[in-house]
């Protein structure tokens, strides 16, 4: 192995729309038109998300606005078996693979048809239909998840890989230390996407670890890494195109560490002007990285401004008729509440449940 | 005197130690610039420095680890844990180090820290920002666990843990963090550690409770006169060690006990009041000794307000009680 | 048929559920080419290879994670923390992830993983080879917890954990890994998750209890027996979900329980015993429920054997019971 | 900070006694003999330690010969009010500050004289006397704690230092990783000392990690590293010397490994012919750093064939007799079992001595 101080970072599309064409990946233009159309449905998602977090319709939103190159150009190499194991500012990968904004605002309701019935936060997007497994809150967990399952498609003789999404605060977790040990020693074919936002909440990455840069820290591992420009969805495609294919073939993990900037609050809680200042985010937003794919498409004559325009009122229109369908989606019934803890539903969980009943009447969805 | 949330009691009883003690430093997830995400670190940063208020990188069992080793070397750290659903990475550092230096070392070497954490439902924070785990913590021999109920108590009590000896679990209940508030008096005093409190006398029917759900108690309790039952409520405060008394005392005295937390009901900490009432008062009781508790279930998010016990759920085992 | 030790019948399950299923697997330190540092999965490297028993590195939330990403997958994991003490760095993996999949997801995931672990003193094993913290883990929704106390239900209870679509704890009882022999079926059979024993019948007192324990409990209604008093013995097996009924209908006959168990007592799963007599079979109730556990301190080596219920602690309780 | 591939180790002296003059480190006389008597006397503390556990004396014992080097030549370089928290292959380290066998005893028989009450299992050594910080059984948890005790060092500006102790299998767990990174953010004045062994138990350190080195972790958090031959006295002391060099001075932490090896059982519980050959063994007998050290001191004129002989000794007959006082002395009285888990007895746990004395009367140590 190699131990190489890897500051640098690779780019292939700058933020003029210039590219590097013999470092151009050879994506097929029906897939970048839908590269192009998630990452800007992720964006107007989030943009009208929390308009209905502020008007109280929603509980809570987490947004990615600022980093959708990075699940959108990931996700993009992936086959459809394989797996993916997000934190929570990867609505684009779900997307990408086909699941509808409709499902996702069910999710955001927490109504009869979310997937999680209910139980989780808003941005906890799961999706069984597209391969996408099931998050949770606390950070870094996915990690060996991904990496075990990972470890039981070797295990079971299939091609499947799986790629999993972190920030740069779960790097310092647990899990990160010991998914990425065990992806190393047992050369599970598995993807470790970190996306270095810059900020853990407000924790600045100098300050989450004395490490130069985090991809460095799959030295500790013995896994190969590489650095990417994050808001660079072609940097992000090679990169996770050439893990992808060591990874399918035997090869074991990769780390990716795309450096990028989260736009918005650390969610809809948050107030960032506590710990950034506004000059910072500036010069990110000269970075983003949809209009520098919209400069891609245009260069490579695959979009102007009108078709450019018709697909952002396309996105608009099927936000806002998804929004409403979904508000205007039952709860689950009561009953739910019980359900989904064990296989068969215990005892006491039966107790419990016939005294809800009782109270709230059976298949009760509120008032 | 001045009127003051719980937050704000909180953040008071940091700063007044903070200023009377220099071995008093904070560590957590965004606790300095940022003041905490609920804000009750909020200002120390500015006071006291970023060396006595020190940012941590995300990860529990590193913030618990080192404050405990900053507790061995002398000084009185308080551990921010962001939420209490974030507590399990640390879950080794607490259960096999914080809760034993003192037992293993023969006691020389202790680690009198306090760890802080915002727990219970009721702000829409679904599976993973909900939770009431304090069993996992009670069950722990070594370790105190404190939970207040009201401003007062909570900057009494909170002083009193960063002055304890031992490690103490300090139980925040961020649903009443800024709905109730009180006059709380300036300057350090201290509420002791291990006793219960009765914040509402009544001869039918004793309602045991501790953190947001003692004001659940009280609401069910206000619906009972209304019935022309007399609800007594004791506001236990120091979940381990328990004071046992006052519990035995007023179920004594009522013949009834309804023992009222957000837990999941199967063996949370209520079980053990029960057995202590079974155990040491079973001839003074007229009725079964009921729980009312949150459902055997992972918290949800968009039925909270059916897991979340109150007066109505409350009153409804008063009345099965006293009807027994 | 065959005579062997609980040690042997869990390697026995093992054997034969990987035989007939290629989906289960194990992953632990030293379960390897060591065979497990009690010998638990000795000989199963030779027979299924290195594929399907994985040595782990020492890492045990990271042998909780990647087996649970396998049970995902579809494998029927079974993962081995070498001592229960050593579980809690995989508490976070356990309690937040593992228990939880099924419900947070709307059963569009499942994660049917068996951890194995032995557990108890009677080793000297000391602070840190010595615990019974099963509370932790009967407190948390989402899994099951099963402990046998004999040979045949070792193999019969494991292969229906591995069988079982949810989570089991799988707690091994390590004092008795060698002692206590059996006739145990050969091939594959189950014994049900979720339903207690009666190992012996009784009329004047119930002793409750699990593991280990139920042993001692047998020889203290021997000695009761003696002194002319009939004491039922119930060995729960599954500890959650808890066979209830079995428990209240022993009660409802004796009038008298005394529940035995290794942990500390306070908020242990004795507490949740006596809660569940105290609501539902407190009008049976002849005398106090009556707890026989632990200390409430950490483990100890020199003291072991004061520490641990024998025969003669519980024959005291059981005169106090009847006494009363 | 510089990224180097890190696979060689330093080495001053080799198996033959020859060594590196330039290297030298310069150790007083007085502690050089101090230093090869507190190893001889570990060597023969765990042969008469494992005798006695061997006719069921005491319950256990894990021994520390072959890496008596490591802890000695590290705890040498450290002033009286340094911190040094052990795992529990480091009798040496409390040896050379002037802890007693008699007191090792003690532990070892968990007797009234232990500074552990008798709650632990043997070669748990913990001495408030000599600042060697209360170890317990998890792996790795001592870690973060000799990190924050650095930690308030420094921020109680004391000029302290600690030195912490673990295996190579310690560098998987969860402690590790935070505390390595804890170190490198707030810059502690800790030193890590890896003692690769080669084996956790019975898992090769080849397979603990895909990491060539151990030392390649410390890239992970931007900490410095060093690579040391452990059985080498005069490398471990001089890697030693420069890392707490480096703390004290405010350059933070360093992590070392020292390449060493057990040539006895993990404990008198293991079976080592299980998973490692004998061929293994007797090569790195042939390295054993003791008998290294003597040869260095011969050919210092420090030593000869005469004194070695008389130390042997000396230490034969000092072990001997403490082991019989030790084995003589009463256990601790029943009461303190409820003793020490609160700073002030709690009611319950009074109760549960009250019923405990009253079964075996006051002071009971014991038929
Ligand atoms: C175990 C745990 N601790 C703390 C939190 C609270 N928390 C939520 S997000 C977050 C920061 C995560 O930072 P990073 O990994 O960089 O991801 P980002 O939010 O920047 O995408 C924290 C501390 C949590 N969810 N889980
Ligand atoms: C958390 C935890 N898991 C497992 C064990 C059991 N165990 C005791 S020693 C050991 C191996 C330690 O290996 P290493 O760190 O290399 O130290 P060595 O024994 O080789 O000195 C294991 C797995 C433990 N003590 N703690
Ligand atoms: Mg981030
Ligand atoms: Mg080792």
Request: aromatic share 8%; charged share 25%; proline share 5%.
């Amino acid at each position: 192995m190699e131990l190489r101080k890897e500051t640098g970072m690779l780019q292939i599309l700058d933020i003029e729309g210039n590219f590097r064409k013999e470092l151009e990946p050879d994506i097929p233009e029906e897939l970048l038109l839908r590269m192009y159309r998630t990452m800007a449905t992720v964006r107007k998602f989030e943009e009208i998300s929390m308009g209905l977090q502020r008007q109280g319709r929603i509980g809570f939103y987490i947004g990615a606005a600022g980093q959708e190159a990075c699940s959108v150009g990931s996700t993009a190499v992936l086959g459809r078996d394989d797996w993916i194991f997000p934190a929570y500012r990867e609505p684009g990968a779900l997307l990408l693979r086909g699941e509808t904004v409709l499902q996702l605002f069910h999710q955001l309701f927490g109504n009869s048809l979310d997937y999680n019935k209910g139980r989780q936060m808003p941005n906890h997007f799961n999706s069984r239909k597209v391969n996408v497994v099931t998050p949770s809150s606390p950070i870094a967990t996915q990690i060996p998840h991904a990496v075990g399952m990972a470890m039981a498609a070797r295990i079971m003789k299939r091609k499947d890989v799986a790629l999993t999404f972190f920030g740069d605060g779960a790097t310092s977790e647990n899990d990160f230390h010991s998914g990425m040990n065990f992806a190393g020693v047992f050369k599970a074919p598995v993807i470790f996407l970190c996306q270095n936002n810059g900020y853990a909440i407000s924790l600045p990455t100098r300050r989450q670890t004395a490490a130069e840069t985090l991809v460095q820290k799959a030295v500790a591992y013995g896994i190969p890494g590489e650095r990417v420009d994050g808001n660079d969805i072609l940097a992000v495609y090679s990169a996770s195109a050439r893990a992808v294919e060591r990874a399918r073939s035997g090869g074991g993990p990769t780390m990716i560490e795309a450096i990028t900037y989260r736009l918005g609050p650390h969610s809809s809680s948050d107030d960032p002007t506590k710990y950034r200042d506004k000059e910072e985010v500036e010069e990110w937003k000269r970075k983003d990285p949809i209009r520098r794919m919209a400069l891609y498409l245009r260069r490579k004559g695959l979009m102007d401004e009108r078709s450019e325009k018709k697909i952002g009122d396309e996105i608009d229109s099927e936000i806002r008729a998804a929004a409403k369908k979904a508000e205007g989606t039952p709860r689950p019934p009561v009953e739910s509440i019980f359900e989904n803890v064990y296989s068969e539903m215990t005892w006491n969980l039966r107790e419990e449940m016939e005294e809800t009943v009782q109270r709230y009447g059976a298949g009760y969805t509120g008032k | 005197m001045a009127v003051r949330t719980l937050l704000q009691s909180v953040n008071d009883a940091m700063r007044v130690e903070m200023e009377e003690d220099e071995r008093v430093v904070i560590i957590g997830e965004d606790v300095g610039r940022d003041g905490g995400v609920f804000r009750a670190t909020e200002g120390l940063i500015d006071k006291f420095g970023p060396g006595r208020v020190m940012d941590a990188p995300l990860n529990e069992s590193g913030i618990i680890g080192t404050a405990t080793g900053m507790a061995m070397y002398g000084l009185r750290p308080i551990a921010e844990i962001q939420f209490m659903d974030f507590i399990y990475p640390a879950f080794d550092q607490i259960v096999s180090e914080l809760s034993k230096i003192r037992y293993r070392s023969g006691a020389t070497y202790t680690a009198p820290l306090v760890i802080r954490t915002p727990y219970g439902g009721g702000i829409k924070g679904g599976l993973y920002h909900s939770q009431s785990s304090e069993a996992y913590f009670t069950h722990t021999s070594g370790l105190k666990v404190v939970t207040p109920s009201n401003p007062g108590d909570a900057k009494g009590l909170l002083i009193a843990a960063i002055r304890d000896d031992d490690p103490v679990i300090f139980l925040e209940p961020k649903r009443i963090y800024r709905t109730v508030k009180g006059e709380v008096p300036d300057g350090a005093y201290t509420v002791p550690i291990g006793k219960a409190s009765i914040v509402r006398e009544g001869e039918d029917v004793t309602l045991i409770s501790y953190g947001a759900s003692v004001h659940t108690c009280l609401k069910a309790a206000d619906e009972a006169a209304s019935k022309g039952i007399s609800a007594e409520v004791v506001d236990l405060r120091t979940l381990s060690p328990v004071d046992a008394d006052t519990v035995i005392s007023s179920v004594e005295k009522t013949g009834r006990a309804v023992i009222v937390n957000e837990a999941p009901k199967f063996c949370s900490y209520a079980a053990e009041i029960a057995a202590i009432i079974a155990e040491k008062a079973v001839d003074s009781l007229s009725a079964p000794v009921l729980r009312v508790s949150g459902f055997d279930t992972p918290f949800t998010y968009t039925w909270e307000n059916v897991y979340l016990p109150d007066a109505e759920r409350i009153m409804s085992y008063i009345s099965r009680s006293v009807a027994y």
